[in-house]
């Protein structure tokens, strides 16, 4: 065994004794992936584990895995931490490996031989399981350990298999055998009554009535309100040394009395059953605290409510003296159980022979009975408040565990709801799959890729993953891989194995709805957004008013879509998507809305994407828009896009993705582009850099399919943006689909576009390194961006105006033109627009020594970005540089070195490769000659990376410099003068004399 969670946390590799762990955070991650072994845990989960926040720089999880993985190496399991890129990490474990999966397979084991009624083997695996554990909690050890449910949950499995086992073995007559165990126990949790009653049992029935006696004491001042009425009887009769009593007493609690026959109705307990441990421990303590009379499990159809329910309605059953009680009350279908039915059913189980015929008569009777007893009453699949409430006693001791699809608000009782089902995490999921093919014997050890590959086209939904798992053993001659062949051509209608359809549980949602939510069902199913909103049902329906957004409530109350986003955002299970596209296809007429539906939808997004642009710059400039006319949108949803527009682009950024390609695959080529470049300005600010690219990749494609130059040059001019470029990231334009862009454009007549695109073509040339055509490029555009009234095009381009001439060398011309641009932009108010020319500014003033007019510029953007991100990373640089140039080294390293890690963080390449310039500068002014040359060729390599070849020749300048001042590498110096010499080559020859 390697690893130990089962009290505190040891690692200790095979023959050898334990390893001396991290501490801190590192400790707090290591216990996460312990406790979730064998489970993919999110960056954002084990920041949480570890440092108790999930917006910690990941930097700091990264070290700890590192440190982590020497760890387990050392322990004996090399490779035991995989990484899965963009997601996370698991830690892998054998049972053997791992006390907890130990644990696990012992009880499973127990279970099974429970069920074969083996019972000496059953005791055997109990013993084992409980003596795998080194203290009441696990992970002791760990401060705030994580996790807290997992721990709860282990703790309430590790008491209950105890009280099994305890249970067991005191009817075996083994009383002296158990009671230290039972006494450590009792200690743990004195309230608990079963561990009072065995330890008194077996203290007494082995000689010691004084202490059981004790025992007795120490639960009644444990329990409030004293100890229950059978326990002070046994205490009573214990204390009079009554054997005759305490044998009937302890008979009568071990076996079921035949006088009167307790109602049984329970179905079996789910064979398959895995996780949902928290839930299952929270409902196991409600039934046995009995705070509540009223206990609901809600979740979409399919979810395993009735699983859970009967898991937990089992575990507790023994508690509840006076039976059980199951009703199927078909809530979801279109033919509801009548209560009135349930009720006769209930009172003939009770044993009352004469039903009353009236309804009232029967509650009233039903109440009176049940008033005596302790019953646990499951009504499954309740359809509203309305069907259960007179199917609930009046009072007494008995609890009614309801699963519902929906909350269900209103009942007259102390009721209480546990959290609504969600979908089953990928390995539980899995876990699921594998237990129910094992249970039958069929081996699919071999098939690990087509298991997952079925288990991914589940989703989490318990019922499709038990169906899939069904039609697995049926056909066990055949392979998974024909089965998950046969479920992904198929889709949901494949899912159905005897009496159990997927489709079927899917489409009871629809039963109670009307045509309205009906048909809004239907058109979400032809959505390729993955979320939706008000707005989204009010273009599906062509519905504007407040109709569409009670429909889609409607949706929501009946678990055919789930909540996904605070406010009214909801979404699709991949598998009740597939269902309500597939019934839309053959139910939703005329048969043109299969298009048109989903058409709205694009059009009313590109509405709103166009006005969330125009309120961050206060209008529609510096884009260009297809022909598309606006559509009618719900005002509530203007106003959230007015409002807050980076908040609300947040909320639809992958809808907007997902309607890119929808629309292209409608043939609304206007749609198309128009929507893709009409975000480009929140992928920007966002750094969402992928989505940039993929939506206008997307984009060109469909205007070149269509032939529609104007698209196709607007297109490829956003390509080229300076901030998309600055990311690295693949496919942007350059210069010769720029120059094609010009053409395009031009072609067309689009003069808005065409100085879009001339100044774009401008900064591409001035990465290639020329500097006199982009100047006379960036005034022609400015022509055009005057003449079509576009004020934040003007501002832009007078900023690289005056970029250029600080690339020149001439910095008075440039803090004249950055002058005119700042004016501009604090007119705008918009800080996006001003932080640039700020920033542009203080570098220009630093050309020219006015130390105080830098500051005050680099100060400004500071107070603009404070928390980091790229408008943070600019300001830190600009006050690196200024710290340089006053000769305040160490302040300089400090900001230099946080505004790299935020470049870095924020993707913006050549910011970086500009820091490890400056940074080179401040090692070469220290005299580290080393850490100079380091970060240069690091400068180097990025600004390579970029093309961006003005820089790349300043980075060579320093490095030769760098070498030729160490005096000690003559070749170093040479190849970077020759690389210089090669780049200067390619320029005009106007432009050489700048560099």
């Known amino acids: 065994m390697i690893f130990r969670i089962l009290g505190d946390l040891e690692v200790r590799p095979p023959g050898g004794g334990p390893v001396a762990l991290p501490g801190g955070h590192h400790l707090s991650v290591l216990a996460a992936l312990l406790i979730r072994a064998n489970q993919q845990l999110s960056t954002a989960e084990l920041l949480r584990a570890g ?21 387990v190496d050392q322990a004996g399991s090399p490779g035991a931490i995989k990484t899965h890129n963009r997601f996370g990490y698991e830690l892998k474990a054998a049972s053997g490996e791992l006390d907890l999966l130990q644990f696990l397979r012992h009880v499973e084991r127990a279970d099974a031989a429970r069920r074969d009624q083996r019972i000496p083997d059953e005791i055997e695996h109990l013993r084992a399981a409980i003596r795998l554990w080194r203290g009441s909690t696990p992970l002791a050890n760990v401060p705030d350990a994580p996790f807290a449910g997992d721990i709860a949950a282990l703790r309430s499995r590790r008491k209950r298999s105890a009280v099994r086992l305890f249970t067991l073995e005191h009817t075996r007559g083994e009383h002296a055998a158990i009671l230290d165990d039972l006494t450590q126990f009792a200690a743990e949790d004195p309230a608990d009554g079963e561990l009072c009653r065995l330890l008194m049992l077996s203290l007494y029935l082995s000689g010691h009535a004084a202490e059981a006696m004790a025992a007795l004491e120490r639960h009644e001042e444990a329990v409030d309100g004293g100890a229950a009425k059978e326990l002070r009887k046994l205490g009573y009769s214990m204390a009079m040394h009554n054997d005759e009593a305490v044998a009937r007493a302890d008979d009568a609690t071990s076996r079921v009395p035949r006088e009167v026959p307790l109602p049984r109705q329970l179905p079996p307990a789910p064979a398959s059953f895995v996780g949902r441990e928290d839930l299952l421990a929270e409902l196991g303590q409600l039934l046995r605290d009995r705070r509540r009379t009223v206990v609901v499990i809600s979740g979409p159809g399919g979810m395993g409510k009735t699983a859970l329910a009967l898991r937990a309605a089992h575990e507790a059953a023994d508690q509840f003296t006076g039976g059980q009680l199951w009703a199927d009350l078909r809530g979801s279908s279109d033919q509801p159980v009548d209560p009135g039915e349930v009720l006769a059913e209930f009172l003939r189980a009770l044993g009352e022979t004469a039903v009353p015929e009236g309804r009232r008569e029967r509650t009233g009777l039903f109440r009176t009975l049940a008033a005596g007893r302790k019953l646990l009453i499951v009504l499954d699949d309740a359809g ?3 069907q259960i409430r007179d199917l609930l006693p009046g009072g007494g001791a008995s609890i009614v565990l309801v699963t519902a699809r929906r909350r269900l608000p209103g009942i007259d009782a102390a009721v209480h709801h546990v959290p609504t089902l969600e979908a089953l995490d990928h390995g539980t999921a899995a876990a699921l799959f594998r237990n129910v093919v094992a249970t039958a014997q ?13 288990v991914r086209l589940c989703g989490g939904l318990p019922l499709a993953l038990r169906i899939a798992a069904q039609m697995r053993v049926e056909d066990f001659h055949r392979p998974t891989a024909e089965l998950l062949r046969r479920l992904r051509e198929q889709g949901p209608a494949a899912f159905r194995h005897g009496d159990e359809s997927l489709a079927r549980t899917l489409g009871a949602g629809l039963a109670p709805l009307d045509d309205l939510a009906r048909r809004l069902f239907l058109g979400l199913g032809l959505l390729a957004q993955p979320t939706f909103g008000e707005w989204t049902a009010a273009a599906l329906l062509a519905e504007p008013g407040p109709a569409a957004g009670s429909a889609l409530a409607r949706l929501a109350l009946v678990g055919l879509v789930d909540p996904v986003h605070p406010g009214a955002r909801y979404g699709f299970h991949d598998l009740t998507r597939d269902y309500a596209r597939d019934r839309a296809r053959a139910e939703l007429t005329p048969p043109g809305e299969h298009a048109e539906a989903p058409a709205r939808v694009c059009r009313a997004l590109l509405t709103l994407t166009r006005r969330a642009h125009e309120a961050v710059y206060g209008g529609r400039f510096d884009v260009v828009h297809s022909d598309e006319p606006d559509v009618a949108v719900p005002d509530s949803e203007v106003d959230a896009v007015t409002s807050d527009p980076r908040t609300w682009f947040e909320i639809e950024r992958l809808n907007i993705r997902a309607a890119v390609g929808q629309a292209a695959a409608l043939g609304l080529t206007g749609v198309c582009w128009d929507l893709a470049v009409s975000a480009h300005e929140f992928y920007a600010l966002g750094q969402y850099f992928d989505d940039w690219r993929v939506t206008h990749e997307i984009a060109l494609t469909e205007c070149r399919r269509a032939g529609d130059r104007r698209g196709e040059g607007v297109v490829l001019v956003s390509l080229g943006q300076p901030p998309l470029v600055a990311s690295g990231s693949p496919g942007v334009s350059g210069v010769a689909e720029l120059e094609r862009a010009q053409v395009l454009l031009a072609d067309v007549g689009e003069q808005h576009g065409r100085a879009v695109a001339l100044r774009t073509l401008a900064n591409a040339l001035r990465r290639r390194g020329e500097l006199a055509r982009p100047l006379r490029q960036f005034t022609e555009a400015l022509v055009h961006y005057r003449e079509s009234d576009d004020v934040v095009g003007v501002q832009q381009t007078l900023r690289f105006v005056g970029q250029a001439h600080l690339d020149m060398g001439n910095s008075a011309a440039a803090v004249a033109t950055l002058r ?48 980091g991100g790229v408008g943070h990373a600019y300001a830190l640089h600009g006050l690196g540089a200024l710290a340089l140039a006053g000769g305040e080294f160490d302040v300089a390293a400090a900001r230099l070195a946080r505004a790299a890690e935020c470049a870095r963080e924020s993707a913006d390449v050549l910011l970086e490769g500009r820091i490890h310039l400056t940074a080179a500068a401040l090692e070469g002014a220290r005299g580290v ?14 600004f390579q990376s970029l093309g961006a070849v003005h820089l790349e020749i300043a980075a060579q300048a320093a490095l030769a410099d760098a070498y030729a001042w160490g005096d000690d ?19 005009p020859p106007e432009d050489r004399r700048y560099r």
């Open 820 to 867: 005119e641009a700042e004016r501009m932009a604090r007119g705008l108010g918009q800080p996006q627009v001003l932080a640039p020319t700020l920033y542009w500014m203080g570098h220009a003033y630093l050309d020219l020594g006015n130390g105080a007019a830098a500051e005050a510029a680099f100060g400004e953007v500071l107070a603009m970005f404070p928390d």
């Open 384 to 386: 509203s408040v309305a």
């Open 442 to 454: 069929v081996d699919v050890s071999g098939e690990r890729e087509a298991v997952e590959g079925v």
């Open 51 to 71: 440092w108790g926040d999930p917006e910690v720089s990941p930097a700091q999880l990264h070290k700890a895995i590192s440190a982590l993985r020497r760890l």
């Open 969 to 987: 590498q003559p070749e170093a110096e040479a190849a970077a003068r020759d690389r210089i010499r090669e780049l200067l080559s390619g320029l």
């Open 929 to 942: 000659r080393i850490e100079q040359e380091v970060l240069l060729l690091r400068a180097v390599e990025l």
